[in-house]
């Protein structure tokens, strides 16, 4: 075993270690001045040392900024000084750490082969007076996630062995068990009553009992992940029974639209709709929730790898050209003693969210150009991490397809290894304090770059039309993939031709991993030569694990042994129906009794810099919007390209003008008074994005992604019911199908004896297709003069708002919409960005007209003048602040040139609309109030500092 | 004389390819795009093109140190084809991780004999993957081909490896194409204008003959007018700033 260690010159700044010196600050340590930190690299080789030399100085050191060491441990002054500290960090036996696969390949290249192994680790030298708590603190809370690493003297470093695997079939005995044998086996396996039931039933007549494999197939195809049985459950809400909740709400509305446009829709991994009638747009959103909350990076860079491998499954294939993702944390300034045991700060899920995010999406290539990202306490135990992608592929390729029986069943992309066994039923479990350190088999580092070469020369396969049918490989593993793709015909599958990592998995163990990075192809037995070339022209594996059958069974096979053999008919048809009680009794809540503030420029500072509201750009800029050259409007717009932009645009086809619009709503406040509204708040809020930047809604298709508590609890499911009736309602009237949907159940978190869920929370996106990427419009004010409108009605709606929420309450008049006034008024607002009226627009969400007219001006870095009084009322608000915040639904702030009013006015007819003030040259905003006197006078710039202060990390 | 031919290479985490083929296409070129593995494979030649360009993306996921294996399979497996590839007068282009091959390869500031390196690309002073527009001026002093005729830029960065480092003496006036400025055009101008503390604000550096240029800033982000992040305000110009460097290339490789 070989040990290098290579660390930067000391004259150059460290700044991977200058980071964690202001992480450490944040901790509350001020003591240490500098850290540096030390790449460590194991071989598991004897090389001569100047082959060692030749590895370290033309592929690990780089002889400009780094020096190296093989020799020994750099014994450095500063470890050895007095008060100094190294801590070696290296990662847990299992994990494996991508850089170590192309270290090896990197190491051949230079002509040498005898390395059997590499491992890295980290060796972080801190300078400053720590006593040993602070170095734990420092430890635990930064540089240490015990689910994947560990703190390693230099002595104690072994490469672990991986033991081989011996064949034995393992029979799960459940016929004949008494009860208590019995609730365990049930239990074990993730079943309910029924379902245990019903397996030991068609055991019974098959006469033998399962084997391991077996169960494992059943948890894995029963488990709420996979087949969504809450959704598709028989709920009985107030007497009345709903049969099927996702095809009476959702699917129903798409039904009754039956828009020509749609593709394919609920049958696929992703919706499919046409774009131009040559090419189709693929989008899906899909959250993973419980992996990051165990291990931020790794769980929200697999949930990008996961997403984007959606599309891809889709019809033929699609190509991924978009991300947008939505994060949901407790708040970042939460003190450390009210997080939760076994709970991870907020701030460290946040920030290690958004890196697993940035990484695996930027190293994709695909432009993260959308997102969101909402606080809420209750969040702090199960953070909500939605990732979403947008893909193009050719119209033709867009529906589902058909094997025959004799296609071979293949598996390309990433080897398997025991990455997140059993990680399906771990996501509809609830975490428990124990979850973090029982739970680490879940937990997976990604390799975009292995997910990269797929999609590579996947799309090239694809376009020679080399295999019938795709999916992806994702939760569930292959037991999920050929599970469901052999559900028509059958399957036999050879497990032990599947390609591993490391020898030692079991039969079953292969059929449940989940490790990344893998797809499943039916290929026609003719063309898998050519397959198989050319994945290897890029060095991309394809394995031949089996073939479809025409017998509607699944056989499994270990080494010609028989491990399994279910109907098909059973596995997919078998389960009994969920059946669930819903009852809703809607909450009261304390109206608030606080005078208005006679400074409301006060209130609008502290709205502004709340988590919600303020600027996300720290996030954004580590995103890359640019890449694939595509971005029409930006995340970030304005004149010092810092403003909040509403919805986002692409030109999916360079050369041509159409483009697609980006958006999402979400809003977790409004589901505390009643989710009904808030269904409906978030669905006008993607469109109202989707107008404000000049789309319309000819072709607008949605997609649902509910993030809900513990729906066996009766309130939790009448919750639920209500949103999805929300869905249906707006659906039909906005003309608005969705298109594909997911649902993440279960999120709550036990403590100290006490429930915490999470917030219903329900996430819809919604892509746009437009005509004309030269008609897009962007919310910054830009003319002097300009006048300023506000668009739709104003009501008493404070219920949830950040403006009751600033004063710690939340009301209960929730923001309500009038679809059929709503979908005039955009219609007509459509119609104005079309015809190029509209200089700057809006939309006012969280913080209402002050916050959108705050934004607008420091985006523009033009100042304004509005009148409260002028703002159209639907009921009397006597209340200077509450008009200012109020957050009434489909509301636009819209610029005009005066010398377009008339046409303006005359193409929004029969909508309402009012001038509330105009464009000024001053750096300041100003508003005033129902009595005419200055409530807002304040400048620009201490607006825009309130708002980009509080992440700007 | 036929047509300029260009050839796009990619590799394991290349995804700058396809508007970067767009860009060339633009120009007036004929392009190519082709797996590094086929001309390690000698099922392509170099020979055939006149322009070989990188362009960006993390190839080999950036493992180890941004660009590093890509560059050393290009110079044990393909750099005597390389070496004759500039010693015929062709152009060589790295853009964002192109530029740290280039760089890490020792194919700039010039072609190194031996392996050494004189220049590297590195981490951000931020220690942040960014990603931001920037302005940008051309050094009239410099031989580069690539930005000839050209005075001032406004493109896209996004990395997290693009500090500029050389050792003392390694680079000549000629050898520096492109700085970082603020929007007055001041060379001096610090972060965020200078993204990742670049020492002599240096964006872009090219070879003696001019003909090898690798740079941060992303040009072929900026070949349409709505790629501009302010063209909702100042209206979108008819081509990007980008495309200029692009014309460059493809009307010198006119003339090979």
Same mark, same amino acid.
């Given at each position: 075993?070989?040990?290098?260690?290579?660390?930067?010159?000391?004259?150059?700044?460290?700044?991977?270690?200058?980071?964690?010196?202001?992480?450490?600050?944040?901790?509350?340590?001020?003591?240490?001045?500098?850290?540096?930190?030390?790449?460590?690299?194991?071989?598991?080789?004897?090389?001569?040392?100047?082959?060692?030399?030749?590895?370290?100085?033309?592929?690990?050191?780089?002889?400009?900024?780094?020096?190296?060491?093989?020799?020994?441990?750099?014994?450095?002054?500063?470890?050895?000084?007095?008060?100094?500290?190294?801590?070696?960090?290296?990662?847990?036996?299992?994990?494996?750490?991508?850089?170590?696969?192309?270290?090896?390949?990197?190491?051949?290249?230079?002509?040498?082969?005898?390395?059997?192994?590499?491992?890295?680790?980290?060796?972080?030298?801190?300078?400053?007076?720590?006593?040993?708590?602070?170095?734990?603190?420092?430890?635990?809370?930064?540089?240490?996630?015990?689910?994947?690493?560990?703190?390693?003297?230099?002595?104690?470093?072994?490469?672990?062995?991986?033991?081989?695997?011996?064949?034995?079939?393992?029979?799960?005995?459940?016929?004949?068990?008494?009860?208590?044998?019995?609730?365990?086996?049930?239990?074990?396996?993730?079943?309910?009553?029924?379902?245990?039931?019903?397996?030991?039933?068609?055991?019974?007549?098959?006469?033998?009992?399962?084997?391991?494999?077996?169960?494992?197939?059943?948890?894995?195809?029963?488990?709420?992940?996979?087949?969504?049985?809450?959704?598709?459950?028989?709920?009985?809400?107030?007497?009345?029974?709903?049969?099927?909740?996702?095809?009476?709400?959702?699917?129903?509305?798409?039904?009754?639209?039956?828009?020509?446009?749609?593709?394919?829709?609920?049958?696929?991994?992703?919706?499919?709709?046409?774009?131009?009638?040559?090419?189709?747009?693929?989008?899906?959103?899909?959250?993973?929730?419980?992996?990051?909350?165990?291990?931020?990076?790794?769980?929200?860079?697999?949930?990008?790898?996961?997403?984007?491998?959606?599309?891809?499954?889709?019809?033929?294939?699609?190509?991924?050209?978009?991300?947008?993702?939505?994060?949901?944390?407790?708040?970042?300034?939460?003190?450390?003693?009210?997080?939760?045991?076994?709970?991870?700060?907020?701030?460290?899920?946040?920030?290690?969210?958004?890196?697993?995010?940035?990484?695996?999406?930027?190293?994709?290539?695909?432009?993260?150009?959308?997102?969101?990202?909402?606080?809420?306490?209750?969040?702090?135990?199960?953070?909500?991490?939605?990732?979403?992608?947008?893909?193009?592929?050719?119209?033709?390729?867009?529906?589902?397809?058909?094997?025959?029986?004799?296609?071979?069943?293949?598996?390309?992309?990433?080897?398997?290894?025991?990455?997140?066994?059993?990680?399906?039923?771990?996501?509809?479990?609830?975490?428990?304090?124990?979850?973090?350190?029982?739970?680490?088999?879940?937990?997976?580092?990604?390799?975009?770059?292995?997910?990269?070469?797929?999609?590579?020369?996947?799309?090239?396969?694809?376009?020679?039309?080399?295999?019938?049918?795709?999916?992806?490989?994702?939760?569930?593993?292959?037991?999920?993939?050929?599970?469901?793709?052999?559900?028509?015909?059958?399957?036999?599958?050879?497990?032990?031709?599947?390609?591993?990592?490391?020898?030692?998995?079991?039969?079953?163990?292969?059929?449940?991993?989940?490790?990344?990075?893998?797809?499943?192809?039916?290929?026609?037995?003719?063309?898998?030569?050519?397959?198989?070339?050319?994945?290897?022209?890029?060095?991309?594996?394809?394995?031949?694990?089996?073939?479809?059958?025409?017998?509607?069974?699944?056989?499994?096979?270990?080494?010609?042994?028989?491990?399994?053999?279910?109907?098909?008919?059973?596995?997919?048809?078998?389960?009994?129906?969920?059946?669930?009680?819903?009852?809703?009794?809607?909450?009261?809540?304390?109206?608030?009794?606080?005078?208005?503030?006679?400074?409301?420029?006060?209130?609008?500072?502290?709205?502004?810099?709340?988590?919600?509201?303020?600027?996300?750009?720290?996030?954004?800029?580590?995103?890359?919007?640019?890449?694939?050259?595509?971005?029409?409007?930006?995340?970030?717009?304005?004149?010092?390209?810092?403003?909040?932009?509403?919805?986002?645009?692409?030109?999916?086809?360079?050369?041509?003008?159409?483009?697609?619009?980006?958006?999402?709503?979400?809003?977790?406040?409004?589901?505390?008074?009643?989710?009904?509204?808030?269904?409906?708040?978030?669905?006008?809020?993607?469109?109202?994005?989707?107008?404000?930047?000049?789309?319309?809604?000819?072709?607008?298709?949605?997609?649902?992604?509910?993030?809900?508590?513990?729906?066996?609890?009766?309130?939790?499911?009448?919750?639920?019911?209500?949103?999805?009736?929300?869905?249906?309602?707006?659906?039909?009237?906005?003309?608005?199908?969705?298109?594909?949907?997911?649902?993440?159940?279960?999120?709550?978190?036990?403590?100290?004896?006490?429930?915490?869920?999470?917030?219903?929370?329900?996430?819809?996106?919604?892509?746009?297709?437009?005509?004309?990427?030269?008609?897009?419009?962007?919310?910054?004010?830009?003319?002097?003069?300009?006048?300023?409108?506000?668009?739709?009605?104003?009501?008493?709606?404070?219920?949830?708002?950040?403006?009751?929420?600033?004063?710690?309450?939340?009301?209960?008049?929730?923001?309500?919409?009038?679809?059929?006034?709503?979908?005039?008024?955009?219609?007509?607002?459509?119609?104005?960005?079309?015809?190029?009226?509209?200089?700057?627009?809006?939309?006012?969400?969280?913080?209402?007209?002050?916050?959108?007219?705050?934004?607008?001006?420091?985006?523009?870095?033009?100042?304004?003048?509005?009148?409260?009084?002028?703002?159209?009322?639907?009921?009397?608000?006597?209340?200077?602040?509450?008009?200012?915040?109020?957050?009434?639904?489909?509301?636009?702030?819209?610029?005009?040139?005066?010398?377009?009013?008339?046409?303006?006015?005359?193409?929004?007819?029969?909508?309402?609309?009012?001038?509330?003030?105009?464009?000024?040259?001053?750096?300041?905003?100003?508003?005033?109030?129902?009595?005419?006197?200055?409530?807002?006078?304040?400048?620009?710039?201490?607006?825009?500092?309130?708002?980009?202060?509080?992440?700007?990390? | 004389?036929?047509?300029?031919?260009?050839?796009?290479?990619?590799?394991?985490?290349?995804?700058?390819? #396809?508007?970067?083929?767009?860009? *060339?296409?633009?120009? =007036? $070129?004929?392009?190519?795009? +082709?797996?590094? /593995?086929?001309?390690? %494979?000698?099922?392509?030649?170099?020979?055939?093109?006149?322009?070989?360009?990188?362009?960006?993306?993390?190839?080999?996921?950036?493992?180890?140190?941004?660009?590093?294996?890509?560059?050393?399979?290009?110079?044990?497996?393909?750099?005597?084809?390389?070496?004759?590839?500039?010693?015929?007068?062709?152009?060589?282009?790295?853009?964002?991780?192109?530029?740290?091959?280039?760089?890490? #390869?020792?194919?700039?500031?010039? *072609?190194?004999?031996? =392996? $050494?390196?004189?220049?590297? +690309?590195?981490? /951000?002073?931020?220690? %942040?993957?960014?990603?931001?527009?920037?302005?940008?001026?051309?050094?009239?002093?410099?031989?580069?081909?690539?930005?000839?005729?050209?005075?001032?830029?406004?493109?896209?960065?996004?990395?997290?490896?693009?500090?500029?480092?050389?050792?003392?003496?390694?680079?000549?006036?000629?050898?520096?194409?492109?700085?970082?400025?603020?929007?007055?055009?001041?060379?001096?101008?610090?972060?965020?204008?200078?993204?990742?503390?670049?020492?002599?604000?240096?964006?872009?550096?090219?070879?003696?003959?001019?003909?090898?240029?690798?740079?941060?800033?992303?040009?072929?982000?900026?070949?349409?007018?709505?790629?501009?992040?302010?063209?909702?305000?100042?209206?979108?110009?008819?081509?990007?700033?980008?495309?200029?460097?692009?014309?460059?290339?493809?009307?010198?490789?006119?003339?090979?």
């Amino acid at each position: 075993m070989q040990r290098i260690e290579v660390r930067l010159k000391s004259h150059l700044p460290d700044a991977r270690g200058l980071g964690l010196v202001k992480d450490i600050r944040d901790l509350g340590i001020t003591t240490v001045s500098m850290v540096r930190v030390i790449d460590i690299y194991w071989l598991d080789s004897e090389l001569a040392d100047d082959d060692l030399d030749l590895v370290c100085r033309r592929l690990l050191a780089d002889p400009v900024t780094q020096e190296y060491n093989h020799q020994s441990a750099f014994s450095s002054e500063v470890e050895l000084s007095a008060g100094n500290h190294s801590v070696e960090v290296a990662f847990n036996a299992g994990v494996s750490d991508p850089v170590e696969d192309t270290i090896m390949k990197a190491i051949r290249d230079l002509g040498i082969s005898s390395v059997r192994e590499v491992r890295t680790a980290k060796r972080y030298l801190l300078e400053g007076q720590l006593d040993e708590d602070q170095l734990e603190v420092i430890c635990s809370r930064l540089l240490v996630n015990p689910i994947i690493q560990h703190v390693v003297k230099t002595e104690q470093f072994s490469f672990p062995e991986n033991p081989q695997y011996r064949f034995a079939l393992n029979r799960v005995s459940i016929l004949g068990l008494d009860n208590d044998q019995a609730s365990s086996v049930r239990q074990q396996y993730g079943f309910d009553d029924d379902e245990f039931k019903a397996i030991i039933e068609y055991f019974r007549a098959q006469e033998r009992d399962p084997t391991d494999v077996e169960m494992e197939t059943l948890a894995q195809a029963w488990s709420e992940h996979c087949v969504h049985k809450t959704f598709k459950g028989k709920v009985t809400l107030d007497g009345a029974v709903i049969n099927n909740l996702l095809r009476s709400t959702i699917v129903r509305a798409t039904k009754e639209l039956d828009k020509p446009w749609c593709i394919s829709v609920f049958e696929d991994n992703a919706g499919v709709i046409d774009f131009d009638g040559n090419w189709a747009l693929c989008f899906k959103v899909e959250t993973h929730n419980h992996p990051s909350a165990v291990e931020p990076y790794g769980g929200a860079a697999t949930g990008v790898g996961g997403v984007v491998r959606d599309p891809l499954g889709t019809g033929l294939g699609a190509k991924p050209i978009l991300n947008t993702d939505v994060f949901c944390f407790g708040p970042p300034d939460m003190p450390y003693e009210k997080v939760p045991r076994g709970v991870l700060h907020p701030r460290r899920i946040f920030k290690g969210v958004r890196a697993g995010v940035a990484d695996y999406g930027n190293r994709l290539g695909i432009p993260t150009l959308n997102g969101a990202i909402l606080f809420d306490r209750r969040y702090v135990a199960n953070p909500l991490v939605f990732c979403g992608t947008l893909a193009l592929m050719p119209n033709e390729y867009g529906r589902i397809r058909r094997q025959n029986p004799g296609d071979l069943v293949v598996v390309i992309g990433g080897r398997t290894g025991r990455d997140g066994v059993h990680g399906v039923t771990f996501a509809s479990e609830q975490l428990t304090e124990q979850s973090s350190s029982v739970s680490y088999s879940s937990v997976q580092i990604g390799n975009p770059i292995v997910e990269k070469k797929v999609i590579d020369v996947l799309l090239q396969a694809r376009d020679r039309q080399l295999y019938r049918r795709i999916t992806d490989c994702g939760g569930g593993g292959l037991s999920s993939a050929v599970g469901e793709m052999a559900a028509e015909t059958g399957v036999r599958v050879y497990l032990d031709k599947v390609p591993l990592k490391y020898s030692g998995l079991s039969y079953s163990e292969i059929w449940v991993s989940e490790s990344q990075e893998r797809m499943l192809l039916a290929v026609p037995p003719e063309n898998i030569e050519e397959l198989v070339n050319i994945f290897g022209s890029e060095d991309v594996e394809a394995a031949v694990i089996g073939e479809f059958t025409g017998d509607r069974r699944l056989k499994l096979f270990y080494q010609d042994n028989p491990v399994a053999d279910l109907s098909m008919e059973f596995l997919h048809e078998g389960r009994p129906q969920l059946q669930r009680q819903a009852l809703w009794q809607p909450p009261q809540y304390d109206e608030p009794d606080f005078d208005t503030p006679a400074d409301l420029g006060e209130a609008l500072l502290d709205v502004l810099s709340s988590w919600n509201v303020c600027s996300k750009e720290w996030v954004i800029r580590q995103y890359d919007h640019e890449v694939q050259g595509a971005s029409v409007l930006k995340p970030l717009v304005g004149k010092d390209n810092d403003g909040p932009g509403d919805a986002a645009i692409i030109r999916p086809l360079l050369g041509s003008e159409m483009g697609v619009i980006v958006a999402n709503g979400i809003n977790h406040k409004y589901g505390d008074i009643d989710p009904y509204w808030m269904a409906v708040s978030v669905i006008d809020e993607a469109l109202r994005q989707i107008i404000a930047v000049g789309g319309n809604l000819d072709r607008v298709a949605l997609l649902d992604n509910f993030s809900w508590g513990n729906t066996d609890r009766p309130d939790m499911m009448a919750a639920l019911v209500r949103a999805l009736q929300a869905c249906y309602d707006m659906a039909v009237v906005y003309q608005t199908p969705f298109i594909s949907g997911k649902d993440s159940l279960y999120n709550e978190f036990e403590f100290e004896g006490e429930i915490i869920s999470i917030p219903h929370t329900l996430l819809v996106s919604a892509i746009g297709v437009m005509a004309d990427v030269n008609r897009a419009v962007s919310m910054d004010l830009k003319n002097d003069g300009d006048l300023i409108y506000i668009v739709g009605t104003t009501l008493n709606e404070l219920g949830g708002s950040e403006y009751f929420s600033a004063h710690g309450f939340t009301g209960n008049g929730v923001p309500r919409v009038d679809p059929q006034r709503a979908r005039r008024l955009m219609v007509n607002l459509s119609r104005a960005t079309a015809e190029g009226l509209v200089s700057a627009c809006h939309d006012c969400s969280e913080g209402g007209i002050g916050v959108a007219v705050a934004e607008m001006a420091f985006a523009g870095g033009l100042g304004a003048t509005i009148n409260l009084g002028a703002v159209p009322l639907g009921e009397p608000v006597d209340r200077d602040d509450f008009i200012l915040f109020s957050e009434s639904n489909s509301r636009f702030l819209v610029t005009v040139m005066p010398e377009r009013q008339g046409e303006f006015e005359e193409i929004m007819a029969g909508s309402v609309l009012a001038v509330i003030g105009r464009v000024d040259g001053s750096e300041v905003l100003t508003v005033y109030g129902l009595g005419g006197n200055r409530v807002v006078n304040t400048p620009l710039a201490e607006l825009k500092k309130a708002w980009q202060e509080p992440l700007r990390w | 004389m036929g047509k300029v031919r260009t050839l796009v290479i990619r590799a394991p985490g290349t995804n700058c390819d #396809a508007e970067t083929v767009f860009a *060339f296409q633009q120009a =007036g $070129s004929e392009v190519s795009l +082709v797996h590094v /593995n086929q001309l390690i %494979r000698r099922r392509e030649r170099l020979d055939d093109y006149q322009i070989l360009v990188i362009p960006g993306g993390f190839t080999y996921g950036d493992d180890i140190a941004a660009g590093k294996v890509l560059a050393n399979e290009l110079r044990l497996k393909l750099g005597e084809d390389i070496l004759r590839f500039v010693e015929d007068g062709k152009l060589i282009l790295g853009i964002c991780n192109g530029f740290q091959v280039l760089a890490k #390869a020792g194919f700039l500031p010039e *072609f190194s004999e031996d =392996g $050494s390196l004189l220049l590297t +690309v590195t981490t /951000n002073d931020s220690g %942040r993957f960014e990603c931001r527009w920037v302005h940008l001026s051309v050094n009239r002093e410099s031989t580069c081909v690539f930005t000839r005729g050209i005075d001032r830029l406004y493109l896209p960065v996004a990395h997290a490896e693009g500090k500029v480092v050389v050792l003392s003496g390694a680079l000549t006036e000629q050898n520096v194409a492109l700085f970082y400025t603020d929007e007055h055009g001041d060379i001096s101008a610090r972060y965020p204008h200078n993204p990742n503390g670049s020492v002599g604000n240096v964006a872009g550096i090219c070879d003696r003959s001019g003909r090898v240029f690798g740079l941060m800033p992303h040009p072929e982000r900026y070949i349409r007018g709505t790629q501009h992040p302010q063209w909702t305000r100042l209206g979108a110009r008819e081509y990007g700033d980008g495309l200029q460097i692009f014309r460059n290339t493809v009307d010198w490789a006119e003339h090979l």
